[in-house]
């Protein structure tokens, strides 16, 4: 048996994998940093309904090679404190970035873009990975759409004072907000999901000057970060998270020309990593 789970800031998915049998549970919110607490409570009710479902104790689980990838897990100390906690003797905690990227490519050498609320970029080759970004938006989370949110309204609020071109968006924009007074208010108060509700103001409305020009803007930092991991024209490059499809068509020719559908969830590649920590049995062994 292995167990695998996939939490972020919405959701929390579990599975349990025997003989061939995937049982999966999904819950709310689980991130380590933002709600430690909570997001214990959240892992511990989902691996007793794993338990429930296969007819086992949350004991019987105890020993199982478990592979979580949490959002939030910024470090080792946090990993040890998640792991001290749950009641299982084998677990490998990490943040969720690994387990996306084995999802999404499988066994594959390549790359992904993480492009979402946040965004992150990563490479792997065999056993060797390699990431960047993801650094919230405070300090980075470059084309995301949190980003383009706060992007937009730099922008709208340029293009009042006369320092940018207006367009078509800015204008709708500024008056809906009720001008520089209603965007500085809003800023003042938003949280990166508050930002990247604006996202789809900018991916909808191509041909727009501005839209545009941020959008050129968030495919220049995606090509140049995996230009930096070692991306190659012959690797296949996944574009993951609800705004990255948006950039397909902003990415340079070959990069485009090199996009490929994941594979399989961040779930899928949480039980693939735990798979890997299973023994392997010895040779000549029946």
């Not at 906690?85 to 992904?112: F, H, K, M, N, W």
Request: glycine share 14%.
């Amino acid at each position: 048996m292995i167990l695998a789970a996939d939490a972020g800031g919405s959701t929390c998915r579990l599975a349990l994998e025997r003989d061939g049998e995937r049982i999966e549970t999904r819950l709310g919110a689980a991130n380590v940093t933002s709600d430690f607490d909570g997001a214990l409570r959240t892992l511990i009710s989902g691996l007793s309904e794993i338990a429930k479902q296969a007819g086992l104790s949350l004991d019987a689980l105890r020993p199982c090679p478990a592979y979580l990838a949490l959002a939030g897990v910024t470090g080792p100390e946090i990993a040890a404190r998640v792991a001290a906690a749950l009641p299982l003797d084998q677990a490998v905690i990490e943040e969720d970035r690994r387990a996306a990227v084995a999802g999404a490519l499988g066994e594959q050498t390549g790359c992904v873009a993480g492009i979402g609320t946040g965004s992150f970029l990563a490479r792997q080759e065999s056993d060797a990975f390699a990431t960047l970004g993801g650094y919230g938006l405070v300090l980075g989370d470059e084309a995301s759409g949190a980003w383009l949110g706060r992007e937009l309204l730099v922008q709208v609020l340029r293009a009042r004072d006369g320092l940018e071109v207006r367009s078509p968006l800015t204008d709708a924009v500024l008056e809906e907000m009720g001008g520089a007074p209603g965007i500085v208010t809003f800023a003042a108060r938003a949280t990166p999901r508050d930002f990247g509700t604006l996202a789809p103001r900018v991916t909808g409305a191509r041909g727009d000057a501005v839209a545009d020009f941020l959008m050129r803007r968030g495919a220049g930092y995606i090509a140049t970060g995996l230009n930096a991991l070692g991306w190659g024209p012959e690797e296949p490059l996944c574009l993951i998270g609800g705004v990255a499809a948006s950039y397909a068509d902003w990415l340079p020719r070959e990069m485009a020309q090199a996009l490929h559908p994941a594979r399989g969830s961040a779930l899928d590649g949480a039980l693939a990593l735990a798979r890997r920590m299973v023994p392997a049995a010895p040779q000549g062994s029946a």
